[in-house]
Structures are given as C-alpha cells and as structure tokens.
C-alpha cells in the first residue's frame, strides 16, 4: 500500500482511530467513484455526444453508437475503484482483493457488452447497403458475440477465482466434449448458415415455402439459429437454420428475377361436343382476326392432301377435317401470343392432355409478365374468363360434373314430357 506524507496530527489521529480511519478512506473511495461517474455521464458523455450528433452515424438512433459510448463511459468508475481500493488504510486483504477482482470483472463485462453493441451496429450499418441482402453477416456476428462472451466469461471467473486465466484454458481441452454437446444446435447452425450464404442459398427478401414447417412467404431476417419467414397470412415462422440444409425448400427468387410468373391452369371440356367444322361453321369463325390467317392456311393444306387422296382413287372417308378442338388451340395461342400482359420471351403453348372422366383437359402454359401476385393473379383470370365466355363460338363446352339443379331440371322436363296429351 501506498505510503502518504500526511501532517503528524493526522497520524496521531489516525493510530488512535484507525476504524474512523478506515470508513473515512472508504467514504472518500465512494465519493472518488461517484465524482468520477458523474464526471463521466454529465461532462465527458454529454460532449461526445454533442460531437456523435454533428456526425451521420452518431445522430442516427438506429445504429446504437451512444449506446457503445455509454457502456464505455462505466468503465471509468469500475477503473477509480480497482485503484482507489489500495489506498484505504487497515482494509483486510480479503476485503481488498474481494473488492478488486469484482471490479475487474466489471469491467471485463462491460469492454463485453460494448463489444457486443458494437457488433449490432456493424450489422446495422452494413444492412443499410444496397446489397446487404445478398450476404447477411448476422450469423458471423453473433459467433463473433459467442466468442467474445464466452472469453470474457473465463476472464470473470478467474478474476473472481483470483487465479490466472491461463489455468482455466488449460482445462478446456478436458470441457471439449461437454461444450461440443452443449453448443451442437450452435455449430451445426454455424455450418449451416455458412453453407447458405456461401452458395447463397437464401437472402432476405426471398419468397420461400417450406410445407413441413408451414412456411409459405418471404425471409424478413437470417439469424445465426433461425431464418424468419413472414407468411402471407401475417404469422412469423422461425425455421431452425440447420432444417434449411437437411430438408428441402422452395425458394421463388429464380421466377421473381425471371420477370415472369407461370400459369398452368387446364379447360375440361366435354368430349361430346367435340366434332369436324362444318363449312358454315368455318365461314363464322373466319370472323375472328386470330383465327382467318389459320383457317386459310388449314383449308389450303387439307385441300392438297385431299386432292392427292382423289387422285390415288381413295375414299372421302380417309380425308382430313378441322375440328373445333384444334381450331380452339389455335385461337388461344393467338390469343395469349397478342396480349401484352403475357410473357413472349418464355414459353407458351396449349397443349391438349389425356383425357379423363372430367373429361378432355386443355392446358394452357404460359407466364406472366408481372411477378406481383394481385397482378398475375389478374392476368390469370382475364385470360380464364374470355376462354369460358368465347368456347360456345366453337360449339364446345365444359365439363361439369351433376348437379342437384341438373337432376331437378331433368325430372321437371320429365314430368312435362309425361303430360302431354298422347
């Protein structure tokens, strides 16, 4: 302990007294932090921040830079009373060394908790970049927080312990299996999170579907143990980030930056009303513009293969015909090929497939123009609506399977039919 020059009355006072001696050092010591506090918060915090202010990242409150300076700033006691606790006269050794590593510790927590603030702000900052997206650094943080923590928390111990650090990691070494069984969620979500952002996998932003853990939306943030997922029902699903590797997910970012959204939607229509194109038939849909340039070019080719069946002596039987099926594909291809709203630069075709119970489905292939789902959801359904109103042009109709109104409508002409005079 230091050794003071003080006057002989003191020292004579100070033998006679010595407990009055020592609380009076221990009050000074408590005055000393509080003036030291309080310098700190009211003068030396208060200008700084006055300088943060006049600076674009410290006068913004959402990337936390006075909250680090603050932290900061309780270093400065902590440090007075580690030193100060020296200087107080007949104070066991105990008490003093007690009191010293509690402050070191302090301390040691405190240069922690400002690191950790410091961390959240890189992420901030780094987030505010127009490609930030693409590459989050969250997950790399928080094992950057993880690391720092756990140093500081060995720091602690041996400060508390009174011991050197040096000992504590000499038996890490032996906690290696305990801590690989307590942190396994945090490496296996480490490797995970590198995994996905290497071969970037996932961003935010992206519009994911993960039916097994009912996901169905968009990322809102990339974490280092989760992935949330905001579902167009307004409901957060925290996805673990390992189950992102191990299982499978549907990831929609490849249709967003195609500018182009598929429709795959089919007609069922009714196989009874499918037949050959008489010629009055034809004339009425040579009205529609899609469709003359088809029938003319249709009647042209058929005519040739017809008159080449005339000449070999074969039957008008084995002649082709147009049917209103196959004029019906050609309108909707026309169709869809001629709206502005669908995609010309990826594919389109109406294909016909095979036929069921429903039915013959004609599948239209298509995509849109526009990846917002109000908008495609539009698009979808004009397209839809001028295919069911304009199918009578053709004489084909959907098939829809009995209804109680088609049963009632049945027995109703029945009975009609049964009362009519013989």
Not at 196 to 203: A, G
Not at 241 to 265: A, D, P, V, Y
Not at 268 to 292: A, P
Request: charged share 20%; hydrophobic share 45%; proline share 4%.
């Amino acid at each position: 302990m230091m050794e003071l020059d003080y006057p002989q009355w003191f020292h004579d006072w100070a033998a006679s007294q010595p407990w009055a001696y020592t609380i009076s050092a221990c009050v000074i010591l408590a005055i000393a932090v509080w003036v030291s506090q309080l310098i700190t918060q009211q003068i030396l915090l208060r200008g700084v921040s006055r300088l943060l202010s006049q600076t674009e990242l410290g006068s913004d409150p959402g990337i936390g830079i006075r909250v680090i300076v603050h932290r900061l700033a309780q270093v400065v006691p902590a440090l007075v009373l580690s030193a100060g606790i020296y200087l107080v006269p007949d104070l066991p050794e105990t008490v003093t060394t007690v009191i010293r590593n509690i402050s070191i510790a302090y301390l040691i927590l405190t240069l922690a908790r400002s690191f950790s603030a410091a961390m959240t702000s890189v992420n901030e900052i780094y987030n505010r970049q127009p490609d930030a997206h693409e590459k989050p650094i969250k997950g790399y943080l928080q094992i950057a927080k993880i690391v720092v923590y756990v140093v500081a928390a060995i720091l602690i111990i041996a400060s508390l312990l009174d011991r050197s650090p040096v000992i504590l990691l000499s038996g890490i070494g032996a906690m290696g299996a305990v801590a690989m069984l307590v942190f396994q969620d945090t490496i296996l979500s480490l490797v995970a999170s590198i995994q996905l952002s290497s071969n970037d996998m996932i961003r935010v932003g992206d519009w994911i579907e993960m039916p097994q853990l009912n996901a169905d939306g968009d990322v809102i943030d990339i974490a280092l143990h989760t992935v949330r997922v905001q579902n167009w029902d307004k409901t957060i699903t925290n996805i673990p980030t390992k189950r992102l590797i191990s299982e499978s997910f549907k990831n929609w970012r490849g249709m967003q930056e195609s500018g182009g959204r598929r429709i795959k939607r089919a007609l069922y229509i009714d196989q009874n009303s499918i037949h050959f194109l008489s010629d009055e038939q034809k004339k009425k849909l040579k009205r529609f513009s899609l469709l003359s340039d088809y029938l003319e070019q249709k009647e042209k080719d058929i005519s040739e293969w017809n008159s080449s069946l005339e000449q070999t002596g074969a039957d008008p039987i084995n002649g082709r015909q147009v049917t209103n099926i196959g004029t019906f594909r050609a309108y909707v291809k026309q169709y869809l090929s001629n709206r502005p709203d669908v995609h010309k630069g990826l594919t389109l075709m109406v294909r016909q497939l095979s036929p069921g119970p429903q039915g013959l489905p004609i599948e239209i292939y298509c995509f849109s123009n526009d990846t917002a789902w109000e908008t495609y959801e539009g698009i979808q359904s004009d397209i839809f609506d001028h295919l069911f109103a304009i199918l009578p042009q053709f004489d084909l109709q959907v098939f829809q399977e009995t209804s109680g109104q088609d049963v009632r409508m049945a027995i109703q002409q029945f009975k009609f039919i049964g009362d009519e005079p013989s």
